[in-house]
């Protein structure tokens, strides 16, 4: 099972972003599933999270400029970034919560982590 990232970049003050992360492998459940954020120096933080069911909750620092969505269908979900600043800075991690069956062996609410995509906010 694994989540790749892809999006990140290089993006000026003020603009705009999206990120998405998608989940693979043998999975039977996902349930919640979210990203996070390292800044060098720094501790890994919330950025979002959203339920299987949809519903959703941002870190303080992001609230009201970045949008988290999910499409069960696809075990994918986005980030949406806008008005980034460069205090947004930072590798951005997909994180989900999915049960797993690995040939005979299930898995209940194993943590995953994707490899990290660079967001980088700077003119």
């Known amino acids: 099972v694994q989540l790749v990232e892809s999006g990140g970049g290089l993006v000026q003050p003020g603009g705009s972003l999206r990120l998405s992360c998608a989940a693979s492998g043998s999975i039977v459940g996902l349930y919640d599933m979210g990203w996070y954020r390292q800044a060098p120096g720094k501790q890994r933080e919330l950025v979002a999270v959203i339920t299987n069911g949809g519903t959703t909750n941002y870190g303080d620092s992001v609230r009201g400029r970045f949008t988290i969505s999910r499409d069960n269908t696809k075990k994918s979900i986005e980030l949406q970034m806008s008005s980034l600043k460069p205090e947004d800075t930072a590798v951005y991690y997909c994180?989900?919560?999915?049960?797993?069956?690995?040939?005979?062996?299930?898995?209940?609410?194993?943590?995953?982590w994707g490899q990290g995509t660079p967001v980088t906010v700077s003119s």
């Open positions: 994180n989900g919560d999915i049960d797993t069956l690995e040939g005979d062996v299930f898995s209940r609410n194993v943590e995953v």
